[in-house]
């Protein structure tokens, strides 16, 4: 049986504006682990590898490094501290050249990357607007698949600006952070699912799944 390598790449904004949201972004992400996990079990030919970059104007901080799902801990509130401002462009270009040397070689990959920010790019020093359109473009051209998470700002607009049309609105509200969270972990489903039916899962990744038994996990 051939093995499908999914590297999910999740690159989260820390910036001290999240702090209103630390709580349910903390148990959103916990919860996306556990899909995961939910996910390997549903379909065994494929292994789930799991990165989390968090960046805020004090750093961009690699707090998991393509570690396999089976073995994940979740984060608390030591781990995630919203501080600072939001150097989002570095830490796009930087997590993603990482990966792309990381997984370079490594056959039947797949990447999903998910970028949930706040806010609109305010700090970075190291990449330009066009640098990071372009090294989105040049691995989507690679068969990886990029959504964009946000709120407070023209979320379609920016996401488009720099090659992403995977986009989700959120409102940064506890309660209502469960709902993107929820909406996030379906999606995250159907991605494998069409892995699994060895479909190309690139497109439509928000797009609303159909009502039938076979697009749920078992519980």
Known sequence: MTTDKVYNLIILDESGSMSAIKNATISGF?????????IEK?????????????????G????????????????????????????????IALSVLKLKIDVAGIENVNVLVTILTD?????????????VNSIVAEQKNL?????????????????RSISITNTMVFE?????????????????????????AKVDPRSGYYDEPDSSEDNKLDK
């Open 42 to 58: 549903k379909f065994p030919e494929q292994q789930h590898f799991i990165s989390l970059v968090t960046f805020n104007g004090l």
């Open 30 to 38: 916990n919860e996306v682990v556990q899909t995961i996990k939910g």
């Open 60 to 91: 961009i901080k690699t707090l998991l490094d393509k570690q396999p799902a089976v073995s994940l801990s979740l984060i608390d509130e030591k781990t995630y501290q919203p501080d600072s401002m939001t150097p989002l462009y570095d830490a």
């Open 172 to 196: 940064a509200d506890e309660k209502l952070m469960k709902h993107a969270f929820a909406k996030e972990n379906q999606s995250r489903v159907q991605y494998s699912m069409k892995i699994h």
């Open 143 to 159: 068969g990886w698949t990029f959504t964009y998470i946000g709120a407070n700002h023209d979320v379609v607009r920016v996401a």
């Open 119 to 131: 806010g609109e790019e305010n700090v970075s020093k190291e990449f330009s607007h066009a640098q």
